[in-house]
């Protein structure tokens, strides 16, 4: 017994060791991270661990993630691991939930039962929901993350270090619109064509169902003409793709027709139209327009400087043709399912000619036509989905044809277009590791020992530990001020919790809480002056529930505003000069009687410190993203504004987010979850020479 903890005591002492059998951890995420770390603290000592994660384990899985075995597939991440790490130390308790860490349940003083968390997580924004609860809660959180062989791991604990909101994060890959639209010069341009702009017109929602209309109202307007005759013609062209594609009277050589249709469309049709616009190609080598017939004939010839490998040499047409020869030779009558077999065969790192990628494009896009034909309303580019993920293959490679770009395979597509960094098992190992030590200062309460530690990829220096910045002055997070109700949100007014929280109104808190338990009357009510805003407006999260001029709701139960345990009430002064006051809504004890009051108030009431009014000087930016987490500017504790609160609806339009760009709103949701920023103007622009990822749209 004393041979398993010997060395653990010998390093960390009696007393650290000591506490950590009943401290208590929450880990969030059991994935490759979680389940390295699982098995750190099980074997460091900790007693009592709260493992929670809403994954069930996938075979993918199973070559990173240890504490999974085969037999597990389909099993919850979370009881899985917290059943076999059990096994590596009698005295541990865990308790696996398998859950959503954004459910209600897991509300501020959920949290607040914690010592420490841990994340272990994979994506921003849960990583954002657990640190704000953390800096509701008060609770140190030590946060992770790993991309291939980098990784970071960063401590938090409020008002003493950054949190993980303090710095922007980078969006992660964007790419100028008229580079994907009309002049690529790199195979990920094509795909990122072929994935979020040509898959969405064929076979995604019909955005464009109106565009006539919108057309007609800007030649109204006196756009050229010249112009909209032209956007008018694309319009129908899709339009018309589109209906070929999901025909119900179609039999397979329609649909082959209606591939070629598509085909000629995008490869030939628009290509001449681009190439009309002789400007455009001054500086740059224009494209040429493919030809179906000539390229199934295999006499068709690329004309452009297709030496320096613009496609697979087309001598490889007669080997590499194989494909189209058994399509062209097995007739029209199944023609699916001799693609399908096909498109099989294909080893996916093979290189493709272009006969090839003709008759990937034509079977795949047969194969997406039955299945519109099938009822799928819509369908969109999942890289796990053969069909589209061919198509992509297919329309990215016959695009960099006509632009004399390289061609990929299907395999290097499918990386390139599903975004996958491979998971490395090392890494995750490193940085679980990093996560127990850094946790461990956090409980030693050893603040100059923290460190936000990142694994680089450079041989010489492989890890490199930062000395913790203060949190940012203008971090809409971490500067906030946190407060807790408790109530029942089906009895309780939304003005009632506001004036409760600010002290105003006896009336209205008092009634609420039936000057009951907990809050604190004295001096917050009646003609007590408290120090505070004198006008605010209040959010749920984005949504405004009311504001100095619009008070509609405030006779409203926060219930049937939707503002429910778990969730946040922002009170936002509206003259900036205190800090914003998050308000946590957590549910009554459970003890506490059905005829008892329906809120019960913090006590002391929260009391917002002022801001610093913004020097005259303009503050300096962010630091860029690439340079997250490296060392600036020393600490200090005058806290300046910088900006309004996160939350603080913008009264001008300056600063507004790209909110009047010509896209629908699901399509500028999608270009942007496929990591294109959209500016608003011409003068906005990305420091590229800060992050090489990103680029400018214009
Ligand atoms: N909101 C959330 N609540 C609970 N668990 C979450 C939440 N979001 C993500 N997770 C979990 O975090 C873990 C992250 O682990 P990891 O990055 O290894 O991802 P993975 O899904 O296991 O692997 P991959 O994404 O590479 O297929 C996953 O197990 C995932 O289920
Ligand atoms: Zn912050």
Redesign the pocket.
């Known amino acids: 017994m004393s041979g398993r903890s010997l060395h653990a005591k010998a390093i960390l002492g009696q007393e650290l060791y000591g506490r950590l059998s009943h401290t208590k951890v929450l880990l969030?995420?059991?994935?490759?991270?979680?389940c390295e770390l699982l098995k750190n603290i099980v074997l460091t000592g900790f007693g009592d661990i709260t493992l929670?994660?809403?994954?069930t384990i996938?075979l993918?899985?199973l070559n990173?993630?240890f504490l999974f075995r085969k037999k597990d597939v389909k099993q919850s991440?979370a009881m899985v691991a917290s059943r076999t790490a059990s096994a590596f130390n009698p005295n541990v308790k865990i308790t696996p939930i398998h859950?959503?860490?954004?459910e209600p349940q897991f509300d501020v003083a959920w949290f607040r039962g914690f010592d420490i968390v841990l994340n272990?997580?994979?994506?921003l924004?849960?990583r954002r929901?657990v640190n704000k609860m953390c800096m509701a809660a008060n609770v140190p959180l030590v946060e992770s993350g790993?991309a291939g062989y980098l990784g970071q791991v960063q401590p938090i604990l409020k008002d003493r270090a950054e949190c993980f909101d303090c710095i922007p994060k980078p969006t992660p890959k964007t790419f100028p619109v008229c580079t994907i639209r009309s002049t690529p010069s790199q195979p990920i341009h094509c795909i990122v064509w072929a994935k979020s702009y040509l898959i969405p017109q064929l076979f995604g929602e019909d955005e464009d169902a109106d565009a006539g209309g919108e057309l007609d109202e800007a030649e109204k307007q006196g756009e050229n003409s010249a112009e909209i005759a032209t956007l008018r013609k694309e319009a129908q062209a899709f339009k018309s793709v589109r209906a070929a594609l999901r025909s119900t009277s179609a039999d397979a050589s329609s649909s082959s027709s209606a591939a070629k249709q598509a085909f000629d469309k995008v490869f030939h049709s628009d290509v001449l139209n681009l190439l009309s616009m002789g400007d455009m190609w001054r500086s740059r080598a224009p494209p040429t327009p493919l030809d179906f017939d000539a390229i199934r004939a295999g006499t068709f010839v690329l004309a452009r400087k297709s030496k320096n490998g613009a496609v697979a040499p087309q001598t490889n047409g007669t080997t590499g043709s194989s494909v189209a020869e058994k399509q062209l030779n097995g007739g029209s009558t199944s023609a699916s399912v001799s693609a399908e077999a096909n498109g099989a065969k294909l080893k996916d790192q093979r290189a493709l000619t272009l006969q090839d990628n003709l008759e990937l494009f034509v079977a795949s896009a047969e194969r997406l036509a039955v299945r519109l034909r099938a009822g799928e309303e819509t369908i969109s580019f999942d890289k796990d989905d053969e069909d589209t993920l061919d198509f992509v293959t297919a329309a990215a490679n016959l695009r960099s044809a006509a632009y004399g770009i390289p061609g990929k395979s299907r395999w290097e597509v499918k990386e390139m277009a599903g975004n996958i960094i491979p998971?490395i098992a090392t890494t995750?190992a490193i940085i679980a590791g990093l996560i127990v030590l850094q946790a461990l200062h956090l409980l030693r309460r050893s603040y100059s020992a923290l460190r936000n530690v990142h694994v680089q990829f450079k041989p010489s220096m492989p890890l490199s530990a930062i000395t913790m910045c203060a949190p940012s002055p203008s971090c809409g997070v971490c500067r906030d001020t946190y407060a807790e109700v408790r109530c029942d949100p089906a009895r309780v007014t939304l003005r009632q919790v506001v004036d409760g929280v600010l002290g105003r109104g006896a009336a209205g808190a008092g009634s609420a809480s039936g000057g009951g338990e907990g809050e604190d009357g004295s001096g917050a009510d009646g003609e007590g002056e408290r120090d505070g805003p004198a006008e605010v407006s209040v959010y749920e999260d984005k949504r405004v529930l009311s504001d100095p001029d619009w008070d509609d709701n405030d006779g409203r139960t926060l219930e049937s505003l939707n503002v429910t345990r778990g969730k946040f009430l922002s009170i936002v002064d509206e003259d900036g000069e205190f800090a914003t006051i998050q308000v946590a809504i957590g549910a009554l004890p459970p003890n506490h009687p059905l005829d008892g009051p329906a809120l019960i108030l913090p006590s002391p009431l929260p009391a917002p410190p002022r801001r610093e009014k913004p020097r005259p000087a303009t503050p300096p930016p962010a630091p860029p993203p690439a340079l997250a987490g490296k060392k600036r500017s020393a600490p200090d504790d005058d806290i300046q504004e910088l900006d309004a609160p996160s939350a603080k609806r913008s009264r001008t339009d300056a600063g507004t987010a790209s909110g009047a760009l010509p896209f629908t709103p699901s399509k500028k949701r999608r270009l942007e979850e496929d990591g294109l920023i959209m500016l608003e103007n011409e003068g906005e622009k990305i420091e590229e020479d800060r992050d090489p990822d990103v680029i400018e749209i214009d």
Do not use: E
């Open positions: 969030v995420g059991a994935g490759g991270i979680g929670l994660d809403l994954d996938d993918s899985n990173r993630q991440k859950a959503n860490i954004k272990a997580l994979d994506n924004d849960a929901h790993t998971a995750n």
